[in-house]
C-alpha cells in the first residue's frame, strides 16, 4: 500500500507540473485567457505540486520538514479555486467585450465610410445649432475647416463661418428639401435641405440629421429657363400683336379690294349691256340698212362686248361668293335636265372651236341644290375643257349615282395637267402657260369661281390628268332620290 501511494503521489506530482507548465505556455492573447487566469491556475496547480511533493518526500522519509506546510497549502487551495473561477468569468467577460469593441469599430468606419462617399452632405445637429458630425461633403459645402473630428463637436470659430440657421432648421423638423441659400467667397450658393429630428443623450435632448445637397447649377439652369421663357412669351406676344395688326390691315385691304371689284363690276356692266344691246338694235338694220363691211364690224363690237361682259360677270361672281354674298337657294332639281341643258347651250361655242361636245346620263337624278350655281359650274368646266381641247377633240360630260353621291364628271382630250399644277389651276388669276400655244383668253377665274361654289354647296371638285392626255374633271353631289 506504501509502494501504490508513493506511486499515486508521484503521478499526481508530475500532472500538477504538466499542468503549470501547459498553462504557463498559453499565449496571453488567446480570447478566453488573459494573465489573471493563468496566474491563477498556476498558482492553484502550484500548491497541489507542493502538496504532492511533500507527500512523495515524506513517504521516501527523505525530508519530513515539508509536512508542516501542507496543511497551509491546503488551506489556501478555496480561495484560489475561487480566483481561478473569477478570473475565468472575467476572461469571457473581457473577451465579449473586445468582440462588441471591434464590431462596434468595424460598423463605425463602415457607416464613416458611407458617410464620407455619399452624394449628400449629413450633418448631425443638436437644438442649439452645434454640429457634432459633419462628412467631408458637408464640411465642402458649408466650407468648415478640419479642426471638428468624426464624433467631436466643432468649435464655435469654424462653426461661424457657415451661414445656415441650424438651429432654426433643427426645430422646424422634420423638413424635405427645402431651399436655403448660402454666402460663400461673394456668391449665393443654393442648398436644399432635409432634416429627420433624433433624441440626443446631454444637455441638449433634441437634435436632427441633415441631409445637404448643392442645387446651385439646377437652380440657376431653372432661372435662366425661366427668363428664356418670359423673354420667349414677351416675344411671342410681341409677334402676335404685330401679326394681329398687320391682319386687320389685310381685312381691310380685301374688303377695300372687295368693294372696288365689286362697284367696279357694276359699274363696267351697265355700259356693256348698252354697248351690246345697241350693237344688236344695229346689226338687226332696225335703225337703217348696214353694208357688208359694217356688218362684220359690229359683229367684232358684240363679241367682244359679250366677252368683256363674261369676264366682268366672273369678276363680280368671285368677290360676291368671298365675300359672303353669294346666297344659297336650295330645292329639288333634275341633275340630267340641268346639266344636259347647259351642255346643250354651250354647243355653240364647241362647234365654233371644231370641238364635239356631248353630254350622258345612265338614269334620271334628283338632287336638292340650288340650280343656277350648279348650272355655273358645268358652264365654267365645260367652256375650261372646251379652250383647252385642239380643234377634232372630244368634250364628254356624264352624270352618274356612286354610292350616296351623284357624280359630274367633264373629260376632255386637251392638252393636258401637269401634277404640279393641279392645285395651282384652282387658285384666282391662275392659268397654264403652255410653250407650243398661244396663252387663252380669260383671267383665270373660272376654275377658282368652280371651287369656291363647290366649296358653298357642300361638293367636292378633283381633277385628274397628264400632259398630252387630257383632264377628267370631277364633282361629287350629296344625291338624294
Known amino acids: 500500500m506504501s509502494t501504490l501511494g508513493n506511486i499515486a ?3 499526481a506530482m508530475l500532472s500538477f507540473l504538466g499542468v503549470c507548465i501547459v498553462v504557463l505556455r498559453l499565449p496571453s492573447a488567446h480570447p478566453r485567457v488573459g494573465w489573471s487566469f493563468k496566474i491563477g491556475v498556476t498558482a492553484a496547480a502550484s500548491l497541489y505540486l507542493f502538496v504532492s511533493l511533500s507527500n512523495v518526500l515524506e513517504h521516501a522519509a527523505l525530508i519530513p520538514v515539508l509536512d508542516a506546510y ?16 473569477y478570473s475565468r468569468w472575467t476572461t469571457d467577460q473581457l473577451a465579449a467585450a473586445r468582440r462588441a469593441e471591434l464590431l462596434i469599430r468595424s460598423e463605425h468606419e463602415l457607416l464613416t465610410g458611407v458617410m464620407d462617399t455619399t452624394p449628400t452632405g449629413i450633418l448631425v445637429v443638436d437644438g442649439a445649432g452645434a454640429i ?8 465642402q459645402i458649408l466650407g468648415l475647416d478640419e479642426s471638428g473630428q468624426h464624433g467631436q463637436e466643432i468649435p464655435a470659430e469654424a462653426r461661424a463661418r457657415e451661414r445656415l440657421d441650424l438651429a432654426r432648421i433643427v426645430a422646424a423638423a422634420p423638413v424635405s428639401k427645402s431651399l436655403e441659400v448660402l454666402e460663400r467667397d461673394g456668391d449665393a450658393v443654393y442648398l436644399s435641405v432635409s432634416a429627420t429630428p433624433l433624441s440626443l443623450e ?13 442645387v446651385t447649377d439646377q437652380v440657376m439652369s431653372e432661372r435662366e429657363l425661366e427668363e428664356y421663357r418670359q423673354g420667349l412669351e414677351a416675344a411671342i406676344d410681341r409677334r402676335t400683336a404685330e401679326l394681329l395688326e398687320v391682319n386687320r390691315q389685310l381685312l381691310e385691304a380685301n374688303n377695300a379690294k372687295q368693294d372696288f371689284l365689286a362697284n367696279m363690276s357694276h359699274e363696267l356692266r351697265t355700259p356693256l349691256n348698252a354697248i351690246i344691246g345697241f350693237t344688236d338694235l344695229m346689226l338687226r338694220e332696225l335703225p337703217g ?3 357688208a363691211e359694217q356688218q362684220r364690224q359690229l359683229e367684232m363690237v358684240k363679241a367682244s362686248g359679250a366677252h368683256l361682259l363674261d369676264l366682268v360677270n366672273d369678276v363680280l361672281d368671285l368677290s360676291r361668293i368671298e365675300a359672303g354674298f353669294s346666297a344659297i337657294e336650295r330645292a329639288n332639281v333634275d341633275l340630267v335636265a340641268q346639266t344636259c341643258g347647259v351642255v346643250e347651250s354651250m354647243g355653240a361655242l364647241a362647234s365654233t372651236r371644231g370641238v364635239a361636245l356631248a353630254c350622258h346620263a345612265a338614269q334620271p337624278l334628283i338632287a336638292h341644290t340650288d340650280p343656277d350655281k350648279l348650272g355655273q359650274i358645268v358652264r365654267n368646266l365645260v367652256s375650261n375643257a372646251v379652250k383647252f381641247t385642239d380643234r377634232g377633240g372630244v368634250v364628254s360630260v356624264t352624270l352618274a349615282l356612286e354610292g350616296d353621291d351623284a357624280v359630274l364628271a367633264v373629260r376632255d382630250t386637251g392638252i ?5 399644277d393641279q392645285e395651282r389651276i384652282f387658285e384666282s388669276f ?20 368652280v371651287r369656291d361654289l363647290c366649296e358653298l354647296l357642300g361638293y367636292r371638285v378633283t381633277v385628274e390628268s397628264a ?3 387630257g383632264s377628267t374633271f370631277t364633282v361629287r353631289i350629296p344625291f338624294s332620290g
Open 132 to 139: 457634432g458630425f459633419a462628412n467631408d461633403l458637408a464640411r
Open 9 to 11: 503521489d508521484l503521478v
Open 467 to 469: 400632259p398630252g392626255h
Open 416 to 420: 393636258g395637267i401637269a401634277p404640279e
Open 430 to 449: 391662275q392659268q397654264i402657260d403652255t410653250p407650243d400655244r398661244a396663252r387663252p383668253q380669260g383671267t383665270g377665274l373660272g376654275l377658282a369661281i
Open 70 to 85: 501542507e496543511d497551509y497549502a491546503e488551506l489556501l487551495f478555496v480561495p484560489l479555486c475561487a480566483y481561478v473561477l
Open 289 to 291: 340698212p348696214l353694208t
Open 202 to 214: 446631454g444637455p441638449e435632448s433634441s437634435g436632427a440629421v441633415l441631409a445637404l445637397q448643392d
